[in-house]
């Protein structure tokens, strides 16, 4: 069968069952159908993810391997680990944000977070002084010796993101991130307000 024969029956029998459907759509619906029939049924006693368990499992998993990758690539920078490059990131991409910000930004527990940049200063990549509008805040910049760092860091890192991603096209990348990149805006919105509530809450709240 000619293929352009072949989508536009394709795009029919998907119109009929979504009428309000766009093209965008319609082909994401195609790949979830090519998909659902590689998918391997695993023996009853197992305790398999749902679909969604899988979805954030895969994800959780390519985050850890690019910690590790990322930690790996950093020995002998300075930096002992992903989130300390984080930081600098932050700080330098903010031009001097108070500590709070730095911590949140990155996902960080205040009291994890505050060693951190300690540990950071005590190295000589970071210093903090006082706001010159309120004496209380503190600020943070880069020392010369800190921009040093996150610029041979940078190239370390990056290196990292494109062995992880190179068997990807970048049709593929630009989709990936697409698709996932509403969940990250969602939950960066959020997730503070929520962290001293109780699950229940957090799970109603999410579904509403």
């Known amino acids: 069968m000619n293929k352009a024969v072949e989508i536009i ?3 029919g029998a998907y119109e009929e069952q979504h009428p309000e459907g766009t093209i965008e759509e319609f082909f994401r619906y195609q790949l979830s159908e090519s998909l659902k029939e590689e998918k391997q049924i695993a023996p009853e006693w197992q305790l398999v993810p749902d679909i969604n368990g899988q979805l954030v499992i895969l ?37 001097n944000p108070i500590k709070s910000e730095v911590i949140y930004d990155n996902l960080l527990e205040l009291s994890s977070g505050t060693n951190m940049l300690a540990r950071l200063k005590k190295r000589g990549l970071i210093t903090e002084y006082s706001d010159p509008e309120d004496k209380r805040v503190k600020r943070l910049k880069l020392t010369l010796k800190g921009e040093e760092t996150l610029k041979k860091a940078k190239v370390l890192i990056l290196k990292v993101a494109e062995m992880m991603v190179h068997t990807l096209t970048e049709e593929d990348k ?17 997730f503070q307000k929520q962290k001293n509530k109780s699950f229940e809450d957090v799970y109603r709240e999410n579904m509403e």
């Open 59 to 95: 994800v959780r998993k390519i985050g850890k391997f690019h910690i590790m990758y990322s930690n790996k690539a950093l020995e002998g920078t300075g930096l002992d680990q992903i989130e300390e490059f984080g930081i600098l990131v932050i700080i330098f991409n903010k031009r």
């Open 174 to 190: 630009q989709l990936c991130i697409q698709m996932l990149n509403p969940i990250n805006t969602r939950f960066s919105g959020i």
């Open 9 to 11: 029956k394709l795009w």
